[in-house]
């Protein structure tokens, strides 16, 4: 028989360790968002393909650190009502969410924007600023993957409460 809790424990692992990436994202974002600063304000130099590396960091960032936010319980959620609400009822809310709205939501963002991503891949879409970064396609993959770990994560979530339900340990 499956053990959907052992199942949960991986997933939330595999998300901690996507999370540890996004937080060295942030570190190395900072370093070059300063490196930018000193080399235009000292030395009188600047690359647009630097600034944009810069946006596509962050949204990797952004795309990334949403799982591992859904994880440690700190993404938007109603926290005025959910706070009130018996264990056996939240137990029910993490089964609900995920089947209703997270999976569901997830895998349609993943299909329309996979479309939007093979079709700037198709054009060879690179960057409209002269100097910019070419291959534009592969920030924009970051939203389909961006949100198959939230979809894993929300996988977890429902593995979670199921095994609670049926009283796996």
Do not use: C
Request: zero cysteines; charged letters at 15%; aromatic letters at 14%.
């Amino acid at each position: 028989m499956i053990n959907l809790l052992n199942i949960s424990n991986r997933l939330d692992t595999f998300i901690e360790r996507i999370g540890q990436i996004s937080s060295w994202l942030i570190f190395i974002l900072v370093l070059q968002v300063s490196g930018d600063v000193l080399f235009r304000y000292f030395f009188h130099v600047s690359s647009i393909a630097e600034q944009e590396l810069q946006w596509h960091i962050l949204a990797a960032i952004a795309m990334f650190g949403s799982a591992f936010t859904f994880q440690q319980g700190e993404h938007v959620r109603v926290d005025l009502f959910y706070h009130h609400y018996s264990k056996n009822v939240k137990v029910w809310m993490d089964v609900l969410i995920p089947l209703l709205i997270i999976i569901p939501f997830s895998l349609f963002i993943i299909y329309l924007s996979s479309q939007y991503v093979m079709q700037s891949y198709a054009t060879g879409e690179v960057s409209p600023d002269p100097g910019g970064l070419p291959y534009r396609y592969l920030v924009k993959s970051l939203i389909p993957l961006g949100f198959t770990l939230i979809l894993v994560q929300g996988l977890a979530v429902l593995f979670r409460a199921i095994s609670h339900i049926k009283g796996e340990k």
